[in-house]
């Protein structure tokens, strides 16, 4: 027997949460377009979809990182050769973070971000590498000892806030630019304290530090006091006690 309302679309549905009335009203139920084996694929390319992907990056990021000790991220170029004074550095910081007692998050790519792995690596310390899906991927570098690869950039750039203690910056290109300034954001609204921001190369830095003061500044777009927000050094062992003295220093390991 044929049920009066069969056929017949409703004026309004609710699905969960969600209402839909006239023209928005979906065919069939949820559990209908769960269960049914068959029709288009392209719901797993939907938004309500990608939010459940999102929630799974967090989890696992979460997961993952959870128990790490005190530690500091280290960012800088992928472009930065091996066996330049930049790369270098990297190592030498590496190390040294270490040495003081934490363990060495970078974006995990190559570059000054597989010196800094090595320098911790080499320094038996606790080795970070957060990737990120790009088209030119190029995978983890081999001094990560954990890894975890992120499809979303606000994702992994919590996960770099979250389980770091402070900034150490080397010079880098709009990625490095990206997360220095996502960084002294959350610091100058108060949205993080504590939260040292090291810049290493003043050569390289200076430009942009004449730029703030003298036209950022100048024109009232920030505060003189929004300076002090970081610090810039040529030295190893200076950028680590910037570090060490915002954050106490933590037992070394």
Not at 28 to 55: A, F, N, Y
Request: hydrophobic fraction near 40%; charge should be negative; avoid cysteine.
């Amino acid at each position: 027997m044929t049920h009066p309302e069969e056929g017949r679309t409703p004026e309004e549905q609710r699905l969960g949460p969600v209402l839909r009335r006239r023209e928005q009203v979906q065919p069939g139920t949820t559990d209908q377009r769960l269960l049914d084996t068959e029709g288009d694929s392209e719901w797993v390319h939907t938004d309500p979809w990608r939010v459940m992907r999102i929630q799974s990056e967090f989890v696992e990021g979460f997961g993952a990182l959870a128990e790490l000790p005190s530690a500091i991220s280290v960012f800088g170029s992928a472009r930065t050769p091996v066996g330049t004074p930049e790369y270098d550095a990297g190592v030498r910081i590496g190390s040294a973070l270490v040495e003081a007692g934490f363990a060495v998050i970078t974006g995990g790519g190559p570059g000054a971000m597989e010196a800094a792995n090595k320098g911790a690596r080499e320094a038996n310390g606790v080795s970070v590498g957060l990737g990120i899906e790009l088209p030119f991927e190029q995978g983890l570098n081999p001094h990560v000892d954990i890894g975890v690869n992120f499809r979303y950039f606000f994702v992994r750039k919590t996960m770099f806030v979250k389980y770091a203690e402070g900034f150490v910056v080397l010079p880098g290109g709009f990625g490095t630019l990206d997360e220095l300034f996502e960084a002294l954001t959350l610091v100058q609204t108060q949205k993080v304290t504590r939260f040292p921001i090291v810049l290493f190369g003043t050569e390289y830095w200076g430009g942009l530090v004449d730029w703030l003061r003298n036209t950022v500044i100048a024109q009232g777009k920030a505060s003189e006091r929004d300076l002090l927000l970081f610090h810039v050094t040529d030295d190893v062992e200076e950028a680590v006690a910037l570090v060490t003295k915002e954050t106490g220093s933590p037992t070394p390991s």
